[in-house]
T-cell receptor
C-alpha cells in the first residue's frame, strides 16, 4: 500500500483565492511526522510546514496551514490568498519516527495560480 | 549554515561512462538520503544512511549504482556504467535523526544528469 497518496495530479486556483491540496497517509505507528514541500520550476525543494502526530492543533506557517484529521489519516495543505509565485509542485511526506528515519513522499500535485 | 551542497549542478556524459555525484550534508546531521526525480517516476528514494551506515538501499535500481558515506560530511553516488535511462535529477538530502523527535529533510539543489 502507498504510504502517502496525493490524488490530485494538477490543480488550478484563481489568484487571491484559497486552495486545498489533498494528502492521505498510511501508518500503524502512533508517532510520525507529516511534511509539505514546494518545488517551483527552478527545481529546489522547499520545506513549507510540519505537523506532528501528537500535535492537537493544526500547524500554520504564514499563508500555509495544515488541515490534520488524524482519524481520517489526512493532512491537507491549505494555501490562503494564492499568489502567482505559489505555482509549483507540492509534495506531501511522512516520517515514521521509530522506523529508522524513512521519509515517504507522495507523487505530488502541480498547482497553477491563474491571474 | 551553507545547507546541503551537491556537485556538480549539471553533468552531461556519454553512455558507458562513470558518473560520480557528490554531497556534503549539513553539519550535525546524521542522516543522509539520495533521491532520484524523473517525470515518469516522480521522486524515488535510492538509499539512505544513518550515522554513515546504509540503512535501506532497496531503491537502488541495479548494481550499476553504488553509494558511499565514508564520513559524516561527505557522500557519493556512483553510476558505472551510465545509461540514457539514468538521466534524471538526483537530490541529496540530510536530516537529524532521533527516535523520539521529528526533523525535516533539507534538500540540496540537485544534480541534473544527462546521459547521451
Amino acid at each position: 500500500a502507498q504510504k502517502i497518496t496525493q490524488t490530485q495530479p494538477g490543480m488550478f486556483v484563481q489568484e487571491k483565492e484559497a486552495v486545498t491540496l489533498d494528502c492521505t497517509y498510511d501508518t500503524s505507528d502512533q508517532s510520525y511526522g507529516l511534511f509539505w514541500y514546494k518545488q517551483p520550476s527552478s527545481g529546489e525543494m522547499i520545506f513549507l510546514i510540519y505537523q506532528g502526530s501528537y500535535d492537537e492543533q493544526n500547524a500554520t506557517e504564514g499563508r500555509y496551514s495544515l488541515n490534520f484529521q488524524k482519524a481520517r489519516k489526512s493532512a491537507n495543505l491549505v494555501i490562503s490568498a494564492s499568489q502567482l509565485g505559489d505555482s509549483a509542485m507540492y509534495f506531501c511526506a511522512m516520517r515514521e519516527v521509530r522506523r529508522g528515519n524513512q521519509f515517504y513522499f507522495g507523487t505530488g500535485t502541480s498547482l497553477t495560480v491563474i491571474p | 549554515d551553507a545547507g546541503v551542497i551537491q556537485s556538480p549542478r549539471h553533468e552531461v556524459t556519454e553512455m558507458g561512462q562513470e558518473v560520480t555525484l557528490r554531497c556534503k550534508p549539513i553539519s550535525g546531521h546524521n542522516s543522509l538520503f539520495w533521491y532520484r526525480q524523473t517525470m515518469m517516476r516522480g521522486l524515488e528514494l535510492l538509499i539512505y544512511f544513518n550515522n554513515n551506515v546504509p540503512i535501506d538501499d532497496s531503491g537502488m535500481p541495479e548494481d550499476r549504482f553504488s553509494a558511499k558515506m565514508p564520513n559524516a560530511s561527505f557522500s557519493t553516488l556512483k553510476i558505472q556504467p551510465s545509461e540514457p535511462r539514468d538521466s534524471a535529477v538526483y537530490f541529496c538530502a540530510s536530516s537529524y535523526y532521533s527516535a523520539v523527535t521529528n526533523e525535516k529533510l533539507f534538500f540540496g539543489s540537485g544534480t541534473q544528469l544527462s546521459v547521451l
